[in-house]
């Protein structure tokens, strides 16, 4: 526990951006969720267009810095790899 008023102040703001970056993750969870289970039905508008909302909320959170840039990269490739897949099948 931090002793000092700088310190204090320091984990209050260290809680509350924890909290707000855990509700951007959850929702990027869901949506690529959603994602993946459009795919297995074989939903190619669907699945396309909840892509599409997912990397508009991965961009977002690497400009918030909740992301690295590769990571969001990563998982924008293997979404869009999926997709394309499925839509030349």
Not at 40 to 56: I, N, S
Not at 70 to 89: E, P, Q
């Amino acid at each position: 526990m931090p002793n000092l008023k700088n310190a204090k102040k320091a984990l209050r703001q260290s809680d509350k951006r924890a909290q707000r970056n855990k509700i951007v993750k959850a929702e990027i969870h869901s949506l690529r969720v959603k994602v993946r289970k459009a795919i297995t039905a074989k939903k190619v508008d669907e699945a396309l267009e909840v892509a599409r909302l997912v990397g508009k909320k991965l961009d977002k959170a690497v400009q918030k810095n909740i992301f690295k840039k590769n990571t969001v990269a990563r998982y924008k490739s293997r979404i869009m790899k999926k997709i394309n897949a499925l839509k030349n099948a």
